[in-house]
């Protein structure tokens, strides 16, 4: 049989497996490999997407003694992309990671068109290959790359029967969209206020700038509110939460301007950032914003990480106020509500099971975040660009928006390859 007669056979049975639901088992597939496969699978148990890159961890039973463990991606023609696995030896037990960090893994953004069958592979004194076998409440994922020129690469993760991974470029749906830029508080709700500015207006104003550099790189970007006279919810059907999934965006802004209550104490930009991140970009993008704008690091030293970097997570105050409050209303907190889930709703609701959502409606005075347990969100910033009531902060925010605005777009240029 031909490889190209292969080819369009395998693809024939990815159109009726999407289409028809229809499971069709290794055995029945006709992949030849170069390699035998292993009777037992490795089991998964735990996959998901950040932002853009596809995290998964797992564990498999091994008598034998091992070298390493590869993540293994084979294509029709039977090249291999190798990815490193972290991995745990317990007793005969391996418990195997991509990364511990959730936005870092397999970069998406760097998987080209074809047909892919993920392998756990045990390099040894011989090399084992292990099909994988989905052992998560988890389905199928679908993952729209970055926008190029009209165009991205679609990618299904079919998780039935093995782990196959299929890529091809179409053009960009009117739906999908690359980024969500977030202007926080607007309507009745003015945020900060100093010297007769209001953050509102300046977070529309910037985030439209942003908006406006991204679309000329070519990007597609959604903003959560066009004006200041609407007032949006944070959760339900048009909730600013609800945008960070259903535009299957890759990265989501919440754009603000601080505040302090004692004048001149605290300046500078602040980056907020959820747990189990890499700080690399957010790093970068304080770094830009410093130098562009002609501003410093936040001088703030609660809850920072990095310079121009932040965490902040709930406190045990916090628990204790939502756990009366909860209790008034004779329900129980959620498993999440604990001193490691981010303090912001931005940084932890649009980030799913992965930043320790948890407004999954039990509170009867919230509408529910319906993407709570969602394994697939983009990667969520908190940028507080500066302080509105420090004199030399806002005269800069007024009178500098291009050196701010250009910090923030040389962060995208240089971290993200389309």
Excluded: C, W
Excluded at 15 to 31: C, G, H, P
Aim: charged share 25%; hydrophobic share 35%.
């Amino acid at each position: 049989m031909s490889k190209k007669f292969q080819f369009i056979v395998v693809l024939i049975l990815i159109y009726f497996a999407y289409f028809y639901n229809v499971d069709f088992s290794q055995e029945n597939t006709v992949q030849d490999y170069s390699f035998e496969i292993e009777e037992k699978p490795a089991k998964v148990t735990n996959f998901f997407v950040y932002g853009t890159h596809l995290n998964l961890e797992g564990k498999i039973k091994l008598e034998e003694e091992f070298d390493n463990l590869i993540l293994g991606l084979v294509n029709e023609e039977n090249e291999i992309k190798k990815y490193d696995l972290n991995y745990q030896e317990e007793e005969k037990e391996v418990k195997f990671y991509l990364s511990e960090k959730i936005n870092r893994g397999i970069d998406l953004e760097k998987v080209t068109e074809g047909f892919y069958t993920f392998f756990l592979i045990v390099e040894g004194e011989v090399e084992l290959y292990y099909l994988l076998k989905n052992k998560t409440e988890h389905e199928n994922i679908e993952y729209y790359s970055l926008s190029q020129n009209g165009y991205t690469n679609k990618m299904y993760l079919n998780v039935a029967d093995g782990f196959v991974l299929q890529v091809e470029k179409i053009a960009v749906p009117d739906d999908v969209y690359d980024f969500v830029l977030d202007p926080g508080h607007g309507g009745r709700d003015p945020g900060a206020v100093s010297g007769g500015y209001y953050e509102r207006d300046l977070n529309l104003l910037y985030a439209k700038k942003i908006k406006e550099k991204l679309i000329n790189l070519g990007y597609r970007v959604k903003l959560t509110r066009e004006n200041n006279t609407d007032i949006l919810p944070t959760y339900g059907p048009d909730g600013r939460v609800q945008f960070a999934y259903t535009t299957k965006a890759k990265f989501f802004f919440s754009i603000h301007f601080n505040s302090n209550y004692v004048r001149n104490e605290y300046e500078g930009v602040e980056i907020y950032v959820p747990p189990k991140t890499n700080l690399d970009f957010a790093s970068e993008l304080a770094t830009n914003i410093k130098e562009k704008a002609n501003t410093k690091y936040s001088n703030l030293e609660d809850f920072r990480v990095k310079d121009g970097v932040y965490r902040r997570f709930l406190s045990q105050e916090n628990i204790d106020a939502m756990s009366d409050s909860f209790s008034q209303l004779g329900v129980q907190l959620h498993e999440n509500m604990h001193q490691k889930t981010p303090y912001y709703f931005v940084l932890r609701e649009t980030g799913g099971m992965m930043t320790n959502a948890y407004v999954d409606g039990r509170d009867p005075r919230r509408e529910a975040n319906e993407f709570h347990n969602s394994y697939i969100a983009p990667e969520s910033y908190l940028v507080e660009f500066g302080y509105m009531n420090h004199d030399g902060n806002l005269a800069n925010i007024l009178n500098n928006k291009e050196g701010y605005v250009a910090g923030f777009i040389k962060t995208i240029v240089d971290n993200l390859e389309r």
